[in-house]
């Protein structure tokens, strides 16, 4: 493909993993790439705090898949494990209920039948019968919509005809796919959780997204050694030595434009880069808004593609360790269909919201000070929504209902013992990413308004702009916005290659 790629120049906006994929993926086939990013370290979500002797992974904490990161160093004769170190997480998640009852999801089989056997006699063979179905979600949409970065319902119908279409099942939410299988309530909050990853509801979203405990028992949860950000400096390693050039704090005004073709970009500082491509790692929606100044049917256009949930984060050094949990750990609540419907339907902060908590120092203690931990919280809460803002003590009092709920099951006296915090809320969220409303996975998978696809990676204004990240297919989370990148590399071959 060197004779499509010689010479031509290409901008990558943003230097999320989404950004950064797409760079190490394009300069891997002799394409010139310059990277920008507004902030002042790569990464994007996928961020780092120093505080206090504390170190906070200020996005993600868990890393699946991780065979989609190990593909961009392999793609170019190098080993993934010379530039980052991972460990596998044995028990997956600690699941606590209000009635006192903690399950465990663990990698190893005997050890998951054990726990689950608390929750009955039956539960394991459902979840047995459940895993089967969710692998055969997982497999068909490996072979076609991750493998070959299929871009909406019709690519879907055209690669896998209607007939096999229909093992998607097509015709259920993600929480009436649960129920197909699983009788045991908890184990239905459980499984209808693993929408987490993607920021939506099971009560809306498609069946597909029964796929992701398939991803998670067949890829394993793994952690990064000495902290999450470890992966983006290992991206940022390998882009500088493939020849990518990468801007710090360089903010891109607009997308240049003429005849139907991107001609480059201006930079806030009033600089201009010229491009023959252009790759944008800022959200669609905010991209066409910020930097197009689209006009309103442009907008319409992507209007379905609205935006995940956001979240409540709070990263808490405390002095003293909380021995009852594990690395990843969720506190549910004891109306999950009223806590989503408020997240999702009225935009209001949940009375009970179900809690992801991550405790990295079970893995790794060498983030907090001697026999302190860190604490990260993450209630999903509804994205900015305009007509029903929400004020900063509307977040602080959820904030106190929160800090309640887990002393209240179990973490006596949290509040007394936090010696460091970090508190975000969307409007942080939206400042510091650009994410659309403040959202924090990109897209909402939603079956009436999108049925679960995100937005397409070719734009429909200029033939040669692209997007990758959170808010194009394949979607949110660590492996799907590296995928895009080289998903994106994929259709700009193909696009040269058909000139």
């Keep these: ?138 497999r068909e949409t490996e072979t076609g919509y991750f493998a070959k970065g299929l871009d909406g319902f019709w690519d879907l119908l055209k690669f896998y005809g209607p007939l096999r279409s229909l093992k998607f099942d097509v015709f259920r939410t993600m929480d009436q796919g649960v129920r197909r299988f699983v009788s045991d309530p908890k184990l239905v909050d459980i499984l209808n959780y693993f929408i987490k990853y993607v920021g939506s509801s099971p009560y809306d979203a498609p069946a597909l997204m029964n796929l992701l405990p398939y991803i998670q028992y067949q890829y394993g949860l793994w952690y990064v050694k000495g902290g999450m950000y470890g992966m983006a400096q290992a991206l940022e390693k390998l882009a500088l030595e493939l020849g990518v050039t990468i801007r710090l704090n360089a903010e891109v005004a607009a997308i240049e434009h003429q005849a139907g073709r991107a001609t480059g970009i201006r930079l806030q500082s009033g600089e201009r880069l010229a491009a023959d491509l252009v790759v944008s790692n800022m959200e669609v929606i905010p991209c066409l808004e910020k930097l197009l100044n689209s006009p309103a049917p442009a907008l319409k256009k992507v209007q379905r593609f609205q935006p995940s949930c956001s979240g409540l984060v709070l990263h808490l050094g405390v002095d003293r360790l909380y021995p009852q949990l594990a690395h990843h750990n969720f506190f549910y609540s004891d109306h999950p269909r009223e806590h989503f419907d408020a997240v999702f339907k009225s935009h209001r902060l949940s009375e009970d919201p179900t809690i992801y908590l991550v405790a990295p120092c079970k893995t790794d203690p060498a983030q907090a000070p001697a026999d302190c931990e860190i604490i990260k919280i993450l209630p999903h809460i509804p994205h900015i929504d305009p007509e029903k ?54 897209v909402v998978a939603d079956r009436n308004l999108n049925l679960g696809f995100k937005a397409p990676q070719r734009s429909g204004e200029l033939r040669n702009l692209y997007f990758v990240g959170g808010s194009v297919n394949p979607g949110g989370g660590m492996p799907m916005v590296t995928l895009s990148g080289q998903l994106v590399r994929d259709k700009i071959l193909a696009d040269l290659s058909g000139q």
């Design 389 to 442: 803002p929400l004020s900063a003590d509307d977040y602080w009092a959820l904030r106190e209902r929160v800090l309640s709920k887990l002393e209240r099951m179990g973490l006596t006296d949290l509040r007394r013992h936090i010696v460091c915090e970090e508190y975000w809320t969307p409007p942080d969220i939206e400042a510091r990413y650009y994410s659309n409303r403040g959202s924090i996975y990109g």
């Design 1 to 138: 493909m060197q004779q499509y790629t010689k010479h031509r120049n290409v901008v990558v906006i943003g230097a999320g993993l989404g950004g950064l994929s797409a760079a190490i993926s394009l300069a891997s086939e002799g394409f010139q790439v310059e990277l920008v990013e507004k902030n002042d370290k790569v990464g994007g979500k996928l961020n780092i705090l120093e505080k206090d002797g504390f170190t906070f992974d200020l996005g993600p904490s868990i890393l699946t898949m991780p065979h989609i990161f190990e593909a961009l160093f392999t793609r170019v004769g190098k080993r993934m494990a010379d530039y980052v170190a991972i460990e596998a997480v044995e028990t997956h998640w600690r699941n606590f209920f209000e009635d006192g009852t903690v399950v465990d999801l663990c990698a190893d089989p005997e050890n998951q039948r054990r726990e689950l056997e608390k929750l009955g006699p039956q539960v394991y063979d459902e979840f047995q019968r459940f895993k089967a179905y969710a692998g055969e979600l997982g």
